[in-house]
């Protein structure tokens, strides 16, 4: 499965915390794209898609959800729901993402730029693509 979760360090002290991200280093790609997810509701599902080539950081800086990964073999389940733990996921990985807490927030760091036709939107062709039929 290609994800992965990353514990990241906190600097912390009276004042509150802080997490930085750097691209190539903490991060292990360089980051071209930021985008954030917001005003989410519960029974919204969002993803159902795979990347063929972009990786992704994902944090959830407030609220919970549930992603479904899956790499055309297994399928697993994780909460996001920590602002310190962020989720790695590489290519040609199908997600959903589910179960939402009301206004969820999640900041997304992604390898390169939005393009549509990067998508694979329909899970019988991403089962096609990796396995290779
Ligand atoms: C992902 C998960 C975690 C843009 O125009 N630019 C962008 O950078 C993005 C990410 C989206 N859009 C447009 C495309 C759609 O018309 O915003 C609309 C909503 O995007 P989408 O339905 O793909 O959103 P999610 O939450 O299902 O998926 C997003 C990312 O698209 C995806 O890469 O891995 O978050």
């Known amino acids: 499965m ?14 509150g915390r802080l997490i ?3 691209g190539g280093r903490n991060c292990p790609f360089e980051i071209k794209r930021v985008y954030w997810i917001f005003d989410t509701v ?4 969002r993803g159902m898609h795979a990347h063929k080539n972009m990786e992704q950081i994902i944090v959830a800086m407030d609220g919970a959800c549930q ?3 899956d790499d055309g073999k297994k399928r697993e389940s994780l909460w996001l729901n920590r ?4 989720l790695y996921i590489g290519k040609n990985m199908w997600r ?5 807490s ?4 999640l ?3 992604a390898s390169d730029y939005y393009d549509e036709r990067e998508y694979i939107r329909d899970y019988n062709r991403f089962l096609k693509e990796v396995n290779n039929d």
């Open 67 to 69: 992603f479904i990964l």
């Open 96 to 100: 959903e993402m589910k179960n939402f």
């Open 102 to 105: 009301y206004g969820c927030k």
């Open 107 to 109: 900041m997304v760091l």
């Open 20 to 22: 930085s991200l750097e």
């Open 83 to 86: 602002p310190d733990i962020g």
């Open 2 to 15: 290609n994800y992965k979760l990353i514990n990241m360090k906190v600097f912390g002290d009276e004042r």
């Open 42 to 45: 519960p029974n919204m599902d």
